[in-house]
Structures are given as C-alpha cells and as structure tokens.
C-alpha cells in the first residue's frame, strides 16, 4: 500500500508545522484528558471514514492506557457502559458538529447544557479545538491518504 500523494503535504507547505504544533500544543494544555481528545478524535475519524484517522487515534488510546473494550466501542458509544459521562458528552460533542440534523441546529442549547456541565470553559474550548484539530488533517487524510499504521511521523515513507 502507499500513499495517494508522493510527497508529505506538509513538506510541500511547510508553514503549516506552525498550525499544526499551535493545535497539539492546545489540545495538549492539561484541561481535558488525552485520552478523551483521542476518543474524540476517534469518532471523527469513524465519521469521516478515514482509515488512517482511526488507526492513529486507536494508537494514541492504546498508549494512554484506554482499554480495547472502550476502544472498539466508540462507535456504539451511546450503549456501551466503558464511557463516564464526560466522555459520552464529549462523544456526543463531535458527533453533533460533524453529522447533519435532521432536528436542525446541530449543536442544540441542550447538548451544549450537557457537555459544559462536565467541562470547564477552558476545557471545553480545549474539546472544540480537538474537533477543529482533527478536522484540519480531515482532507490530508481523505485526499492524500497517508497509509495507516505508519508511524505518525512518516505515513508517507
């Protein structure tokens, strides 16, 4: 299997290291668990049908200490007890921004109620930058398709 592009997008651009370090270092800022930045981004990837994204975020909850039950659940996450109920909103979270409603507004009053009865402010701008976070490498994963389970500093090799 190899890549779609010959070359790493981001060596072709190199200034956009600057964004995606400023992303790491945000969603890395201590508010909101590693773990639940991964599962979110996770279901990002499931819902974008990425490969590549599900894999790397599967590697991330493996070396945060998530185990397989919760990892293989994460699509059916509203019927699996392996969540907190942090987690579940967080889930709940991404799933509204990156899936259409039928109900309308995407993010309703309630779900937002919800997820900012468990997150602080920080931590929760900290989960919306996860998704942002995730949905910036979104189109480097779909049209470029770096080959998942490559180490995550070389997909392209």
Known sequence: MAPRMDEDPARLVPEVAEVSAALFKVTGNGSVPRSTISLVQL?????VGSTYLTVLHTGFLRKAGASEEQITSVASWQDSPYFSAAERAALALVEAVLQPSAQGERVPDALYAEVAGHYEPKALATLMFAIGQ???????????????GRPFTAPWK
């Open 43 to 47: 279901r990002a990837g499931q819902i």
């Open 134 to 148: 995730v949905n910036f490498f979104v189109p480097v994963a779909l049209v470029a398709k770096p080959v998942p």
